[in-house]
């Protein structure tokens, strides 16, 4: 069943949206693949203040979602992976929504405007980093066209990581 894409708006993260987003993210099952209990809001203010940097220098960062209404419902966007493993040098692509936005597209809706943005900044190629047991993320890939490159063993929770590449 084809249902049409939820209407989404991407925003440089503002000051506010650091406790947006850790409120949104309070929820054992949106963290089960980060670390798996809420961040501080510390965390999310210094993350917020990182991706405004990266706008300003790269043209992309982790855009705050907004639905239709202006609710915040989480982020996606994209960032040079910095990590001394897994895609070394590459720009990756990523998604963190409040549970209760779960399974309505928005996710899917949000990354392909990711990926038309940082195409437009020029980026040739973007990867995915997702742990191998997060089903609903490894759909997401699929759905952008992205296939799996590499598997990595994380060094911190010696977790199964999977690369998902896709060529701009």
């Given at each position: 069943m084809?249902?049409?894409p939820p209407v989404v708006r991407l925003r440089v993260p503002t000051d506010e949206d650091a406790l947006a987003w850790h409120r949104v993210f309070d929820h054992p099952d949106v963290m089960e693949f980060h670390g798996g209990r809420s961040a501080e809001l510390s965390v999310y203010e210094e993350l917020t203040?990182?991706?405004?940097?990266?706008?300003?220098?790269y043209g992309f960062c982790l855009w705050t979602v907004l639905d239709a209404a202006g609710n915040v419902l989480g982020f996606t966007?994209?960032?040079?992976w910095l990590r001394e493993w897994g895609p070394r040098g590459g720009i990756e692509i990523g998604w963190r929504l409040g549970r209760e936005h779960w399974g309505k597209g928005y996710v899917t809706a949000a990354a392909r405007e990711t990926l038309r943005r940082v195409r437009a900044a020029g980026v040739p190629e973007v990867v995915a980093m997702v742990d191998a047991r997060n089903t609903r993320s490894i759909a997401v890939t699929r759905r952008l066209?992205?296939?799996?490159?590499?598997?990595y063993t994380t060094p911190g929770s010696r977790r199964e990581g999977h690369c998902y590449r896709l060529t701009l």
């Amino acid at each position: 069943m084809n249902r049409t894409p939820p209407v989404v708006r991407l925003r440089v993260p503002t000051d506010e949206d650091a406790l947006a987003w850790h409120r949104v993210f309070d929820h054992p099952d949106v963290m089960e693949f980060h670390g798996g209990r809420s961040a501080e809001l510390s965390v999310y203010e210094e993350l917020t203040a990182r991706q405004r940097r990266h706008d300003a220098e790269y043209g992309f960062c982790l855009w705050t979602v907004l639905d239709a209404a202006g609710n915040v419902l989480g982020f996606t966007g994209a960032q040079p992976w910095l990590r001394e493993w897994g895609p070394r040098g590459g720009i990756e692509i990523g998604w963190r929504l409040g549970r209760e936005h779960w399974g309505k597209g928005y996710v899917t809706a949000a990354a392909r405007e990711t990926l038309r943005r940082v195409r437009a900044a020029g980026v040739p190629e973007v990867v995915a980093m997702v742990d191998a047991r997060n089903t609903r993320s490894i759909a997401v890939t699929r759905r952008l066209g992205m296939d799996l490159a590499e598997v990595y063993t994380t060094p911190g929770s010696r977790r199964e990581g999977h690369c998902y590449r896709l060529t701009l």
